[in-house]
């Protein structure tokens, strides 16, 4: 049976980490667009806003940055209640400060178990700048303090309400070829890569310590239209410039505005056009 995505909840419930890209402000124009289907794939889960939004039975969610899945697999853990409790103790007044942060920052950088490296990683995304993920060439993750005015409230109901959603989900640490080729009848697949550079502009790409360059955003359009052949709907987010018109030849494309908030410069963040690409 095939479901309409359109989520049942008027109101979907939010992301509980800041994610550059993140899809919260556009799922008016995401999820209404997106295939029926069984189970939805998507191989750059990021801060998770489509699958909160979208309604299906199962879902297949990943990502490349393994900081990102292990804390959403805590979350989805029989140990849950208890990384709550250890991910709360980090928002208090005694790590407001950009000492405090450098600290927390050193230390997940050195590596803990799992449950504090995630809760680590969930103050570091509240705490540090503009919501930023970034790491340098060594894969050590080099986002500076964010000088927050006030300790950031401990998002509490998102946690409970994304953990409660995920119950459907598995999540894996995995790259998006090999995420996209478990890909089955009945199966939708939602690709939010990192973006192409804007005609004349450039894009935020430093997720990982590899990045992400033209080559593989050629695979990806390559394994969209192998799927689709297959009778496996794809659907990829990208900005509207002439590389993605290129890539996605011989897909329904819908073009839209987003207002993008990346850049540090308030003038900076304005409404740039963005387009979905869907293979089927």
């Not at 790590?95 to 995630?118: C, E, I, K, P």
């Not at 509207?240 to 990346?262: K, M, P, Q, V, W």
Request: hydrophobic letters at 40%.
């Amino acid at each position: 049976m095939k479901n309409h995505p359109v989520s049942q909840a008027t109101s979907p419930c939010k992301p509980f980490v800041k994610w550059v890209g993140g899809k919260s402000r556009i799922l008016q124009h995401v999820v209404p667009r997106l295939p029926g289907g069984r189970r939805l794939i998507e191989p750059f889960v990021g801060g998770g806003a489509v699958f909160l939004g979208a309604n299906f039975e199962e879902y297949l969610l990943s990502d490349s940055n393994s900081h990102l899945i292990e804390l959403y697999q805590e979350l989805v853990s029989d140990r849950r209640d208890e990384f709550i409790e250890l991910a709360q103790t980090f928002f208090d007044e005694k790590y407001l400060s950009a000492a405090s942060y450098a600290r927390v920052r050193t230390a997940f950088n050195r590596g803990q178990d799992r449950a504090t490296r995630a809760a680590q990683f969930l103050y570091l995304n509240k705490f540090g700048f503009n919501g930023l993920c970034r790491y340098n060439k060594s894969g050590a993750f080099n986002v500076p303090y964010g000088h927050p005015l006030r300790v950031p409230g401990f998002p509490l109901k998102e946690i409970l309400a994304f953990s409660e959603k995920a119950k459907r989900a598995t999540f894996i640490n995995d790259d998006f070829a090999s995420v996209m080729k478990r890909a089955q009848a009945g199966d939708v697949v939602y690709c939010d890569p990192p973006y192409l550079d804007r005609d004349g502009a450039k894009s935020f790409t430093a997720y990982g310590a590899n990045g992400f360059d033209i080559k593989r955003q050629q695979e990806l359009a390559q394994l969209a239209k192998e799927l689709a052949l297959r009778g496996v709907p794809v659907v990829i987010s990208n900005h509207d410039c002439g590389a993605a018109r290129e890539l996605y030849a011989g897909a329904e494309i819908h073009t839209f505005c987003a207002r993008r908030s990346i850049s540090a410069a308030g003038a900076r963040r304005g409404a740039v056009d963005e387009l979905l690409a869907i293979f089927r």
